[in-house]
């Protein structure tokens, strides 16, 4: 079956570092994971700790709004940006080579009007809690593209907000079930009213 990409959007700020070795270097740093955190869009959804562990990251990109068309900021290709993954998710370090686009983002992100970001990635594993309408996130196959963002399309308050196509997707997985929780709950009762007819007789 074929891996549908997501994306999450992270309302953790994204921060600016001067370099020690070059003042005119422009660094970003940041989160583009948080592990064990809660969201809530329709049901809830928790990356793990261990989400990461066998994940293809050979060559990750760091966009603008996941957009193709816009040039590349960095890559870990070419060891432009690092990837680390830590007790509290996935830390990333950017050092942007000096465009006029890089340098843009770079104000902006330093201003505060760019401080989100946001992962592309497809799902290995994942595991359903109903009662709790919970969805965890056991492991990542690949990722793709860790990114800049300005506007989420859900509230920024929520650590993760995802594409809507990936969302209705997950919703509409999430009704299935409940339809087939309540099919169960119906025959266990029929079940057990047969049962007590039997016994009556």
Same mark, same amino acid.
């Given at each position: 079956?074929?891996?549908e990409?997501?994306?999450? #959007?992270? +309302?953790?700020n994204?921060?600016?570092r001067?370099?020690?070795h070059?003042?005119?270097n422009?660094v %970003?740093e940041?989160?583009?994971?948080v592990?064990?955190s809660?969201?809530t869009?329709?049901?809830?959804? &928790?990356?793990?700790k261990?989400a #990461?562990?066998?994940?293809?990251?050979? @060559? %990750?990109?760091?966009?603008?709004?996941?957009?193709? =068309?816009?040039? /590349? $900021?960095?890559?870990?290709?070419?060891? =432009?940006?690092r990837?680390? &993954? @830590?007790?509290?998710?996935?830390?990333?370090?950017?050092?942007? /080579? @000096? !465009?006029n686009?890089?340098?843009d /983002?770079?104000?902006? &992100?330093? +201003?505060?009007? $760019?401080?989100?970001?946001? #992962?592309?990635?497809?799902?290995?594993?994942?595991?359903?809690?109903?009662a709790?309408?919970?969805r965890?996130?056991?492991?990542?196959?690949?990722?793709?593209? %860790?990114?800049?963002?300005d506007t989420?399309?859900y509230?920024? !308050?929520?650590?993760?907000?995802r594409a809507?196509?990936?969302?209705? =997707?997950?919703?509409?997985?999430?009704?299935? #079930?409940?339809?087939?929780?309540?099919?169960?709950?119906?025959?266990?009762s029929?079940f057990?009213?047969v049962n007590e $007819?039997?016994?009556?007789k």
């Amino acid at each position: 079956m074929k891996k549908e990409k997501e994306i999450r #959007f992270l +309302a953790e700020n994204l921060e600016v570092r001067e370099s020690e070795h070059n003042q005119e270097n422009m660094v %970003v740093e940041g989160y583009a994971v948080v592990f064990d955190s809660p969201a809530t869009h329709g049901f809830t959804e &928790i990356i793990d700790k261990n989400a #990461f562990n066998g994940c293809d990251m050979k @060559d %990750v990109c760091l966009k603008y709004n996941h957009d193709d =068309s816009h040039l /590349i $900021l960095a890559r870990t290709r070419n060891n =432009s940006l690092r990837l680390q &993954i @830590d007790d509290k998710g996935l830390f990333i370090r950017a050092e942007l /080579i @000096d !465009t006029n686009s890089n340098r843009d /983002i770079y104000k902006m &992100i330093q +201003a505060g009007l $760019l401080d989100k970001m946001s #992962f592309a990635f497809t799902v290995e594993e994942e595991k359903w809690d109903l009662a709790s309408e919970t969805r965890t996130i056991l492991r990542i196959d690949k990722l793709f593209d %860790v990114s800049v963002v300005d506007t989420p399309f859900y509230d920024t !308050t929520s650590i993760y907000a995802r594409a809507l196509s990936t969302l209705e =997707s997950e919703k509409e997985k999430l009704e299935n #079930f409940r339809a087939k929780r309540e099919l169960l709950q119906r025959k266990v009762s029929l079940f057990l009213k047969v049962n007590e $007819l039997k016994e009556e007789k």
